[in-house]
């Protein structure tokens, strides 16, 4: 039957339809925009540089307390992306995301690679440091990893680094690139463990803060930043108490050791004469390490920072040469992780010439050659989350438009998982001593801890998505085109789980 035909028959065909399109026209069935063919002296180096559970509460996202500098002038040298997500809240299979290209429910990293819960990616992923070795790169890891197999995920050098000390990981970086061989374009993927909570766990006395990062008082070489607790921005999703007020003082803390190694890396750089024509990404695997934020497929979950400088002469995302230098050029497509790979391939100049592996490969699409503008045609992405640490099987699958989102709790029987350290963690007690029905932000404790099998959310309206729409009448008609598009894009990527929707 035509697609004139279809349109005719009904107006349920004709709602299919119109999700089928929007679907068709965000899936990886289109192949992503780029394929420039560059000369070996022309490719740019790149780094793609990833923090550990931090949230966009960034000085040049708005927060007015937190000491950035050195983000903040990468920010003003490029283009900061508003509206950047995760595809999953959860270490392990987030890092797979970004080094695949490809939803972890597909490539296999359903949680996390380390210890006993010995999640890893299927031998087929073809990863994005394997597609760029092919291409010519040098490919160099220095941090946390947290991936697996290696043979998957395999970088030509692996740097030693202390990942709580982002200065001297950029100090080995520079030794390295002091001493390498640069016939070939580098591809660097620098990643710390800041701001993931560290030692310092305490349960028993919520009035001391677990810590972020094992030494409070600091690391050698990365100058110390203290803050007030009276002094930061208390989010939305977090009770504004003593205690929480402490934990993001000690948060902001590790965010500014992150701050100081991104300048010392970017020195690097620009000491060895290689700045300029390096593309610099930078952003997290997900958001904060708080409940309600990490493991979590709401906004301060999923929401992430993203940072790009392209390199000098880079025309794909707009003239930044007449953008004013203390301002970053803003972009608000919806991009998300899954997208990171097919762009920084083309960043290389090798999108759509890799030997047997064509773009469709991927479940994203390259935005390295989206134009500056206010707003984008990219108005939907994609999350699915199944497990963080092996005991917490709570699997989510997410819609998330730019008004609307539907998260869709498939394992809704069961009381919400907490990973070990947001249970330990001090804001998390504080409130949960006191009852059920104390408030954590705008949620009760009972309200996160049982949740629906669907919820349904207008950000326009309720951006700190407390209001469930899901069995309101009027939303009838917006959930079962939600439900039909999560269907489709379940059924586009192989997605396991798609078979809950028949039984259980």
Not at 481 to 498: G, R
Request: glycine share 6%.
């Amino acid at each position: 039957m035509s697609l004139f035909a279809l349109l005719r028959v009904s107006p349920i065909r004709i709602s299919l339809v119109h999700v089928f399109l929007i679907h068709f026209a965000s899936s990886s069935w289109i192949l992503p925009t780029g394929g420039q063919t560059l000369a070996d002296d022309e490719r740019p180096n790149i780094v793609l540089f990833v923090t550990d559970d931090q949230s966009p509460n960034i000085g040049c996202y708005g927060n007015e307390t937190i000491r950035t500098p050195n983000m903040d002038r990468l920010a003003s040298e490029g283009v900061l992306f508003r509206n950047a997500y995760c595809t999953t809240a959860s270490c392990s299979a987030s890092r797979s995301v970004i080094l695949s290209g490809l939803h972890n429910h597909f490539n296999g990293q359903y949680g996390h690679q380390h210890s006993y819960h010995h999640f890893q990616s299927f031998d087929r992923v073809k990863s994005l440091p394997v597609r760029l070795t092919e291409a010519g790169y040098e490919t160099v890891r220095i941090g946390k990893y947290h991936v697996a197999p290696e043979s998957v995920y395999k970088f030509d050098v692996q740097l030693p680094g202390n990942t709580r000390n982002p200065v001297q990981m950029s100090e080995v970086v520079g030794r390295y690139l002091a001493s390498r061989d640069d016939s070939k374009p580098l591809f660097l993927y620098f990643c710390t463990s800041d701001p993931h909570r560290g030692g310092g766990t305490r349960t028993d006395l919520p009035h001391k803060p677990n810590a972020f990062g094992n030494k409070l008082a600091g690391y050698e070489g990365v100058p110390s930043q203290y803050y007030n607790p009276e002094e930061v921005a208390v989010p939305d999703f977090l009770p504004d108490t003593p205690v929480c007020r402490a934990e993001l003082a000690m948060y902001y803390q590790s965010v500014s050791r992150i701050d100081a190694g991104l300048g010392k890396l970017t020195e690097v750089f620009r000491n060895a004469g290689i700045y300029d024509r390096s593309a610099f990404i930078f952003t997290s695997d997900h958001g904060m390490a708080f409940p309600g934020g990490k493991t979590t497929l709401y906004e301060p979950g999923m929401n992430v920072p993203m940072i790009v400088k392209p390199p000098a002469g880079w025309q794909g995302l707009g003239d930044l040469s007449s953008s004013n230098t203390n301002k970053p050029v803003e972009n608000h497509a919806m991009i998300s992780h899954v997208d990171l790979a097919p762009t920084i391939i083309d960043f290389a100049g090798a999108l759509g010439r890799e030997q047997g592996n064509p773009p469709r490969d991927f479940h994203g699409k390259s935005w390295a050659r989206l134009a500056k503008q206010p707003k984008s045609k990219r108005d939907v992405v994609y999350a699915s989350h199944t497990f963080h640490e092996i005991q917490m099987y709570y699997p989510m699958r997410v819609v998330h438009r730019r008004r609307y989102k539907l998260i869709w709790n498939i394992a809704h029987g069961l009381p919400y998982p907490f990973a070990s350290d947001l249970w330990a963690a001090s804001t998390w007690q504080d409130r949960y001593q006191q009852g059920m029905q104390t408030l954590y932000g705008q949620r009760t404790v009972e309200s996160y801890i049982h949740r629906p099998e669907f919820e349904l959310f207008d950000l326009e309206k309720d951006p700190a998505e407390v209001n469930n729409l899901a069995d309101s009448p009027e939303h009838a008609e917006l959930l079962a085109e939600l439900k039909d598009e999560m269907k489709a894009f379940q059924k586009s990527t192989k997605d396991p789980w798609i078979m809950k929707w028949n039984y259980e």
